[in-house]
Every structure is written in structure tokens, then in C-alpha cells.
């Protein structure tokens, strides 16, 4: 998968060469080029902004700017995805990330000030690129740098064979077509501080493991978000997950 990312501050990316990001890219599973946007302006003061159009505080990110770094960057073989960070968005979920991970190319644009002239997805869209506008969360932050490195520690740990176990991403919070939130986890010891690890788990007997997971999962995803709950299709449940 190759990711370009265009931001003000390109620097911030340099910690997707830690972990098993970088280890990813060095193996050649994914490629990631931060650019710097201001590369693509033309004036001494390289600015990538100007006042809002009908008045009002702050700066907007110039669409002419963008335009010239977008065109050279998409203009590669392989479909690219173009993603954008907006608080003002629909919310990114883990279907979204699971949809992505099989893209060949996602280029991400990081808004900062007032945010980004609105007719810069317009255009592209129209041009006929998949572009997308995603928030991370009901909060404001100062630019699309946080929400671009979150979403893509989201995509690429599902891109297949980047994880060293790929059983790992199976059962997981948000994950599958009947998703929950994912049962408590514990490891060693099974005593500690005067707190024990449900007795169950240390059984050795693997259909009482599961089925008492499962009903972890789903009482906490009762619990904590009913929301899931309602959107469950009753035709996947089995007799003892009614139950519960
Ligand atoms: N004026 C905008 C508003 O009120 O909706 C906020 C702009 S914010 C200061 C600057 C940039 O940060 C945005 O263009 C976007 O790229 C990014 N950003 C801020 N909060 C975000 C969030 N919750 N999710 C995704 N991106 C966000």
C-alpha cells in the first residue's frame, strides 16, 4: 500500500517509522511519504492560507495550494483514496479502517487553521477520486495530524500479513459482521494483589473459555454500548447468547 500524507508539518510522521509501522515499510508492505505542503506554493512567505471569504476569525487553507500537490500526488496508476480529517465529518469507524486496508493507495491531506477551502473535495470528487472526510471524534484539534496517524494505526494494522499473528485482529472490539466490544483479557499470574482471574479461564476446558467470553462481551457491550446491542442481527445469535 502506498500512503502519502500532506501536511504543514510533515515532521510529525516521522514516528510511523517506529514499531511495527516502520517494520511494515521496511519489509516493503507499506510505503509512507510525508510531504510538506508548503512545497507546493510559489511566494517567499510560502503561505498556504488566507482570509475566509464573507468575513470572520482565523485563517482557511488556500485551495490553489492544495491543487498543485494533489494533482502531482494522485496522479499515479492505482486507484487512491484522498481522506481528509473534519471534525464536522461522519466518524471513522472500524468498518471504515477494514475497508481501507485493502486500498493500494490513500493519500491524506491534514487541514490546520479554519480547516480547508470546502470546494477541494468537490473538485476531486468530481474529477472522480474516492474522497472521503472523516472526524475522529466530537472535539476540535489543532490539525489533522493526530486524526491522520490515528486513523492510519487503525488501516494498515489490518493491511493481511502486517501483523505477526493474524488471529490477533479476529476477535476484536468493533470487528465482524455481529461486532461487540471484546471480553476483559488477563494474563499471569492468576493471584495477584488479592485479586484473582476468573477460575473459568484457568479450566483448561476450551468450550466453557469461549462460551464464558462470549458472555463477557456481550454483557459488557450491553453495559457500555446498548447502541451496538440494537444493531445486533438476531438470526447470527445462537440459543445461549440469548440468554444472556
Ligand atoms: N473550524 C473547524 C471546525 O470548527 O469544525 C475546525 C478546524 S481544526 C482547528 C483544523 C483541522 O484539524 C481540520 O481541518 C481537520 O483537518 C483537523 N481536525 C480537528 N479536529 C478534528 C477531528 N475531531 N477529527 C478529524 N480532524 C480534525
Known sequence: MNIDIISVFPEYFDVLNLSLLGKAQERGLVQVRAHNLRDWTHDVHQSVDDTPVGGGAGMVMKPEVWAECLDEILDTDGAPVLIFPNPSAPTFTQQDATELAHAEHLAFGCGRYEGYDARIPVYYRAQGIDVREYSIGDYVLNGGEVAVSVMLEAITRLIPGFMGNADSIVEESYTGTNALLEHRQYTKPAHWR?????????????????????????AKTSELRPDMI??????????QDRKT
Not at 440494537?230 to 440459543?239: A, N
Open 194 to 218: 488479592g485479586l484473582d482471574v476468573p477460575e473459568v479461564l484457568t479450566s483448561g476446558d476450551h468450550g466453557k473459555v469461549d462460551r464464558f467470553r462470549r458472555d463477557e462481551a456481550l
Open 230 to 239: 440494537e444493531r445486533l442481527d438476531c438470526t447470527l445469535l445462537d440459543k
